[in-house]
């Protein structure tokens, strides 16, 4: 501190102030440094330290006025620019801004430690990586116990995707410096990145422990509740979070996200329009986010107006082509060429199958792309169409050029699809089956042809933890075979021998595995094999849309699924599928009973008519 070395009255005030602000009695300290001010107005020491006290009580704009009143009056003091930068990182100054000030006070005191740091912050911010790290390693090397230095380094680590190094030095702040409950928050943020969700939740509901106040780890804890599917548990976090701080748009971009999974449509699209005033142009995932939230209220024409916006999520898996023709709109394509092109799973390029018809109509030509395991099924579902796989270049450009427009099998639903209403025009079922093969199969299920059959699955292959919850083991599913006079068809594709061989002991040999049929690579085997069935019960798989574009009573369970349901009861994709809903409270296990009592009620009433004209039997 830039004092006189001889005792005197300001000296003896300032140092007072100085020492209740240390024992966090700010008032006290202000008063001090105030008294001085008023026999000597431009002493530059009680400037600085009002100033500083003025950002501890979080008035930034205050302080930033009286630590420039302390650098003009003696601008040779190293920390009253580090203070500056900081005071001006509340404020939100532009990373430029910030190394100015630093600069100016390593000029001063190239070790002036917060300079340093602060340096660091904003090279980060600039993307300037290299000289980022270098400072902070040369930061770490002259303060090897600062933990600050440990948290910036740490951000800069995730800014450049270095997550598990990230993650050594979050711990290593969390160590040095218990007290901050940024520390646990930046750690429990890479620790989601890399999907540590089990150690997460242990660390977090400690710092949640130690920190019942921190909204931040409130907001973290939210996250991670939502990424292991218990957004039950996590909405109340999510929601204490935007008490908080309703301004920040990321917090209510995750309660929103919270609110659509619990089925609150209405809510996670208020949540939703707050954090898109507030964010900054051009913030991913808001919009994508967006429709899918108006869809799950049935409101299709905002659902679709948005829904393009999953090209640009940083988290959706969905990938945009490039092309060097338009986007058909819905106008006149009688005499084009339109190419057809999918961007999602198996479930999604079916679901958009259920449009083709309309589409081939409207065009001159089709050409369909689909995943090479689809080509097969997609072209005897569609003869008009010239059904192929996608030839791409690295950029993810088409190495073709024989078409006029380009039609993205999701988003001719804003054409197709405007409304609920518009599902009636779609032609039921949607796609064919080769009806040779079915027989075939049919023909070793003969003697058991009097009774009813019915498909079965019960997960997917996806078998990570937190996802599971929404499927069931083979003992779990058992109980809703307990039906006499049933013939269950495996229908679970990657079945493995374990699964096989206890439904055919549970079942007395009422469950049946073809064991010649690939139903997770060979789409017309499974299709021919599904069409052999009076019913299909089934978790929310890929499963559940063969049965449904082949118009094959279906009982599926799952959680709630915006674009499959689009605010219904049941899909509007699949006029002849019941969805049984997921409590997002429970497990899968605890539907049961209830899949039990849907199937026994639909196996009462089973037409097998229904099967045997699909065959064409009868």
Known sequence: MATQAAQNPVREKILRGLAFQKSGEISKAQRCYKQVLKKVPNNPDALHLLGVSYRQQGNPQRALEYLQKAIASNPNQSAFYANLAR?????????????????????????????????????????RNAEAEELF??????????????????????????IPKALAFFNKAALLDPSNPLNYVERARCRLD?????VSQAELADALERFPDSA?????????????????????YAEEAVDDNPNDFHRRVTLAVNYLMLGRGEDAIGQFLAAKKLAPEGASGIDWNLSLAYLSIGDLENGWKYHRARFTDIKSTSQKRLFDVPEWQGEDISDKTVLAWGDQGLGDALRGGTMLHELIEKAGKVILEVSAKSVPWFQRSFPDAQVRVPQLNQDLSTGRNDFDLTANLSDIAEVFRPDIASFKKARVPAFDFDLDLAHKYFERLKDRADKPIVGVAWRSRNLQAYRMRYYLSAPEFAPILDFDDVTFVNLQYLSIDKEIRFLETRTNGAFVNFEDVDLFDDLEAAAALTACCDLVVSANISTTEISGVLDVPTIRFGPEEAPLLLGQENPPWHPSTTYLRMDESKLAVDMVPTIRQTFEEQLATVDMTRRNKRLKLS
């Open 216 to 236: 931040d780890l409130k907001h973290e804890a939210a996250r991670l509740l939502f990424s292991i599917s218990k957004t039950h548990a996590g909405v109340k």
């Open 137 to 162: 390693q040369r930061l770490l090397v002259e303060y090897p116990n600062f933990s600050d230095a440990y948290r910036n380094y740490g951000l800069l680590l995730r800014a450049i995707e270095d």
């Open 87 to 127: 005071t001006m990182m509340d404020l939100n100054s532009d990373a430029e801004s910030l190394l100015a000030v630093t600069n100016k006070a390593l000029s001063i005191n190239p070790k002036e430690r917060e300079a340093l740091n602060i340096k660091g912050i904003a090279l980060t911010a600039l993307q």
């Open 194 to 198: 890399l999907k540590e969700f089990k």
